[in-house]
């Protein structure tokens, strides 16, 4: 299968972290990518120094670029600039890595097997609530209510939902050719959205369990507040899933500063 794979990995406050994630790339899966991207969203801590200094120790500097986006675009909107990047580089495939370490960098590997596997993919999606998924460190009641919120989904979708976003999917990029993500919030929502329109779409996807862990990380989520979204968003896709989506004037640039 000959395919140009792009990495790419949004970070906002993740110096403890980002060196661990850039460490867990070896050759092999490294020979499996054609570039990784970090992405730092304007973190107010030293989450670029800390991957540009991991990467120089890693040693494999030609694989990766370190960006910063030229506002603080949020998580949606850092995706939107992975995906434009994707598309003007002529990138078949991109696969979102968080750079908090809470997924497992190797599990790319499980990822990249799906779509070689099934060209006919649109999306392979991480899936932390699902038979094989391993969790480490998230309460309980942030367990059930995710897994309440798959059920409302799988319910009111006719869609099997396993998972509304984790921090590892991998997406083809012919099935966001026509940027309709640029209209999609620029929340941790993005993915509801980006999911929402692959169901209306009848995209063919799959979720793949994947691994879980929380220890040094902090969570940017409001899990009420973001639940209540999540929510409202399914209800009137349910009631609209042709609905058009408010359009924005946003450009999602970026400097390349390695």
Not at 24 to 33: H, Y
Not at 43 to 66: C, H, L, N, Q
Not at 101 to 109: D, V
Request: positive net charge; glycine residues 6%.
């Amino acid at each position: 299968m000959n395919r140009k794979i792009l990495v790419a990995i949004p970070c906002y406050k993740c110096a403890a972290q980002i060196p661990r994630v850039i460490n867990e790339f070896d050759a092999p899966l490294l020979e499996r990518i054609e570039k990784v991207i970090i992405i730092d969203n304007q973190s107010p801590d030293d989450t670029r120094d800390a991957a540009i200094k991991a990467i120089k120790e890693k040693g494999f500097e030609s694989k990766f670029m370190v960006v910063r986006n030229n506002e603080n675009y949020n998580l949606g909107g850092t995706h939107k600039v992975a995906f434009n990047f994707a598309l003007k580089n002529g990138i078949d495939y991109v696969a979102i890595l968080h750079g908090d370490n809470q997924a497992k960098t190797q599990e790319l590997n499980s990822l990249i097997d799906e779509i070689e596997k099934d060209e006919t993919l649109g999306a392979a999606l991480g899936a932390r609530f699902m038979k094989g998924s391993r969790i480490k460190g998230y309460a309980l009641s942030r367990i059930w209510g995710n897994r309440g919120l798959n059920l409302f989904f799988t319910l009111l979708t006719f869609k099997k939902t396993k998972d509304l976003g984790s921090g590892l999917n991998i997406f083809k990029m012919t099935y966001l050719a026509d940027k309709k993500y640029l209209f999609f919030s620029d929340s941790l929502a993005f993915n509801v959205d980006l999911l929402l329109d692959y169901y209306r779409k009848k995209t063919k996807l799959k979720f793949i369990p994947i691994s879980w862990s929380e220890t040094d990380q902090v969570s940017n989520a409001r899990n009420f507040k973001i639940g209540w979204m999540i929510l409202k968003k399914l209800l009137a896709w349910r009631v609209n899933p042709n609905r058009k989506y408010a359009t924005g004037e946003i450009d999602y640039s970026f400097t390349q500063i390695f």
